[in-house]
Nanobody
Framework: QVQLEESGGGSVQPGGSLRLSCAAS????????MAWLRQAPGKGREGIAF???????KYADSVKGRFTISKDNAKNILYLEMNSVKSEDGAMYYC???????????????????RGQGTQVTVSS
């Protein structure tokens, strides 16, 4: 059974940095894509960062240049490095994974087959 567990959330000041982690377990195949999603209060869930099986990445315009997604394939851990954090970055952050390779696309981030429980990021001065 695939399980995703996020960690690293917390409170950060505007302009600060934070690193989120997502430990993946139960993956029975070596090839899968992953993503970070977030949902702010009163808003829908949005995909913000995607890493494909070949390691290529894509970002939402709102985080491009500030956030970096990466993956340690040996440890099956996904990371999200958040820099120059803004107040609008405050949200619940989720990692997601997809093992059906044809579904690994930016347009399907919020529909990935597996998603963690989330970790809260609060931006406050």
């Amino acid at each position: 059974q695939v399980q995703l567990e996020e960690s690293g959330g917390g409170s950060v000041q505007p302009g600060g940095s934070l690193r989120l982690s997502c430990a993946a377990s139960g993956m029975t195949r070596s090839g899968y894509c992953m993503a970070w999603l977030r949902q702010a209060p009163g808003k829908g869930r949005e995909g913000i960062a995607f890493i494909a099986i070949d390691g290529s990445t894509k970002y939402a315009d709102s985080v491009k240049g500030r956030f970096t997604i990466s993956k340690d394939n040996a440890k099956n851990i996904l990371y999200l490095e958040m820099n120059s954090v803004k107040s609008e970055d405050g949200a619940m952050y989720y990692c997601a994974a997809e093992t059906i390779l044809t579904y690994c696309s930016w347009d399907r981030l919020t529909k990935f087959g597996y998603r963690g429980q989330g970790t809260q990021v609060t931006v406050s001065s």
